[in-house]
Each structure stands twice: as C-alpha cells, then as structure tokens.
C-alpha cells in the first residue's frame, strides 16, 4: 500500500511538471492611481477565463499561467463602467494601467505597454474599426431590443424569433467581413468572443449551428484550429448541432483522453469487467461528501473487476491536486481543464458519475443527489456470478 501510494505522488509530481511545462506567459501589470477595489481583471488562457486575485497591499499584478492558444487575453473592468481588451503577445509582457480624473474624457487608461495590444480599440484596430461600422444599424436594433423587451426574450415567441433573426444578420455580416483576414488571430478571436456569443441567444437551431461550424472549419487556419482553444470551440459548437444526452442502457460516446500521466485511458472492450466514471471538482461540496463512498467501492472490488477513473473540471490544478492527496484519492485521475471532455459529453454540472460494463455501456447513470452505492455493488456482483 505504502508503495502504491508513492506512486501516486510520483505520479502527481509528474503532472505538475507537465502542466507547467508547456507555454506560459509572464504579465506584469502596472497600476498609479488604481483603487484595487473597483479592479477587476480576467485573464483567459484560451480554454479557461479566470478572475483574478488582486493583493490589496501591491501596486502591480504578477500573472505566471500555462496557456493553450495563439494569444491569451486580459480583460480589465474598472468602477464597473471602464471596460478593456488585450492580447498578450509575447511570454513577457507588461500593461500600464492609469487612473485620471482630471482626464474627463478617459480617466481610465494605458499606455507605455510592452508586448501589449489593444483588441476592441477603433482607433489602433482597422479591421474592428470597419466591422462595426458594417453592423451599425443591427446593433442599434438589437440594443433597442434589450431595452424595450429585455424580460420577454427569452419568453416571448414573437420577440424571440425577432432576436434570433437580429443576431443572424449581424453574425452573417461578422463572417462575410472577416473571411479575407482569416489568418488574422484577431478574426478568429472575434469568432469566438463575439460571434459564437452572439449565437448563443439562437435557441434550437441546428442547421444555424452547423453553419457556423463549416465556416470554422472551412476558414480559419490549422494553427488556431488545433489548438485546445481551438478544438473547445469545435466541441461546443458539435454539441449545440446534436446534443449528447447520457441515459442508462445507452453506449457510451466513443472518447479519447488520457490520464495525469499522459496514459491513455481505454473504456471500451477493457480488460475491467466495469469502469467507474466520476466526474467532480475539488470545490464541489457533494462531489467531497461522496469520495468515502467511491473509496469503499475501491476497497471491496479488485482492480480487474473496477476500473476507477476521477475526472476533475477543477480550473486550478494545484487544487486539484492538493484535493487528490488530502482525499487519499487512490485510483485513475485525468484533469479536464476547461470542461473539453464533460462538454463534449453534455455533461454541465457535477458530480456527475456513470458506471459502464466491458462493452461502454452504461449501466447506472447519477447527476447530483446522493450515490447509491448498494445499486452499483449489486451491479457488479450480477455480474460476477454470470460468469
């Protein structure tokens, strides 16, 4: 057992290692006259979009984070009525961020930024510039709609249908306008930030969704596309074409995905009679409250009879893995970051935890509420004296 848990925090060592292995970016931010207080910053590293901690006590913010596409982004909202967008272009880079109220006009601004860029800046940015300029008379239309009908859009057919109609036409306009600078990151940006977040108030629309996958697929390069950014845009919009909804007695969808020391894990046709898929986050009260559960179905079924695979949507993997160790978590573990394997399968929320036999497929399914253990025992022992 000591061994066995040795390898466990080998193992976990290991991942460390490799998170912190790919790229990374290195952001200094620079704050003179900043109330920390009305500060918010988000940083996205391509899959994930996390708030920031701000230490009271600093004048400048440190960010040190893996990320996973061409350009991580900063966005900073200040007295919640300043709002900007940046690209981090290079691994080291440094945003100055002032505060003036003597400048009417801007009191909130940056400049003297290094490996910084501006995205949703009309005077700088030329291809947003014209862009909205194309979509003047839409967004005028869609504004007026939050404004006059806010409570009824998502209640009220007529106003929905007239939504969905406002949205298409401006998204059209994005996609026949960007298509030329399809190699710019910026256009690819916009698709995902603007375009998909328009589309998401269309409701039940497949065929509009797999337009917008076919232009994805069809016009922007390989380089954005394969990217885990990339891949988590192709992911979510598959998934609003043709919904996954899990039910007991139904095969499992055929995935690939690999374990936290880069071993792929194999579900189908696997040498475990069944396999025990639980997906859960470290800051998940009931996903901790049912870990004893899942330890005892450890301890009484054999490793070749119960495969056990914990698959955390945890954002952070420090705590994911602090999590693992303090739980005693002794079994297969993958880190999901950024939702990519549990989106692809429709799974939202957690816990969420499926049993699937030899053959994938699934024979107890449970979404929140309390496991019931005595079910999967049964399960597995039925099984047992068939054969």
Not at 86 to 113: A, Q, V
Not at 127 to 153: A, V
Not at 179 to 193: C, E, G, L, Q, V
Not at 272 to 277: G, T
Request: aromatic fraction near 10%.
């Amino acid at each position: 057992m000591r061994l066995h848990c040795l390898i466990v925090l080998t193992i976990l060592m290991t991942f460390s290692a490799i998170v912190y292995g790919q790229d990374h970016v290195k952001v200094r931010i620079n704050l003179r006259g900043i109330d920390k207080e009305k500060l918010i910053v988000h940083f996205d590293d391509g899959i994930v979009l996390d708030v920031l901690e701000l230490d009271q006590a600093d004048s400048s913010i440190n960010i040190d984070k893996p990320v996973y596409t061409r350009y991580p982004t900063l966005n900073v909202t200040y007295d919640r009525k300043y709002d900007k967008n940046y690209f981090i272009d290079s691994n080291l880079s440094i945003l100055n961020l002032f505060y003036d109220p003597k400048r009417k006009e801007t009191p909130f601004y940056s400049e003297g930024n290094t490996h910084i860029t501006a995205i949703y800046d009309t005077a700088s940015n030329e291809i947003y510039r014209n862009l909205k300029r194309e979509q003047e008379i839409e967004l005028i239309k869609l504004n007026n709609l939050f404004t006059k009908h806010g409570s009824e859009l998502r209640t009220n057919d007529s106003i929905k249908y007239e939504l969905a109609n406002t949205v298409k036409v401006i998204n059209t306009k994005s996609l026949d306008y960007l298509t030329p600078y399809a190699n710019d990151f910026f256009s690819f940006y916009y698709f995902k930030d603007q375009v998909l977040g328009l589309a998401s108030l269309v409701e039940n629309d497949s065929e509009y969704y797999s337009n917008l996958l076919a232009y994805y697929n069809n016009t922007f390069p390989d380089e954005f596309r394969n990217t885990k950014e990339g891949k988590k845009i192709a992911a979510q919009l598959q998934q609003k074409i043709s919904p996954t909804r899990l039910k007991e007695n139904e095969i499992l969808p055929d995935i690939h995905f690999k374990d936290i020391n880069r071993g792929a894990i194999k579900l189908k046709n696997s040498k475990e009679n069944f396999v025990l898929l639980d997906f859960w986050a470290s800051w998940c009260g009931p996903c901790l409250q049912q870990i004893p559960d899942i330890t005892e179905l450890r301890k009484q079924f054999s490793t070749d009879v119960l495969k056990i695979v914990s698959i955390s949507i945890d954002r952070d993997s420090t705590s994911f893995i602090n999590s693992v160790k303090e739980h005693k978590m002794d079994w297969i573990h993958s880190l999901d970051r950024g939702s990519l394997l549990s989106d692809s399968l429709g799974i939202s929320s957690v816990p969420t935890l499926l049993l699937l036999n030899r053959h994938g497929k699934i024979v107890y399914y449970k979404n929140g509420g309390k496991l019931d253990v005595d079910r999967i025992r049964a399960i597995i022992r039925e099984d047992s004296c068939n054969y």
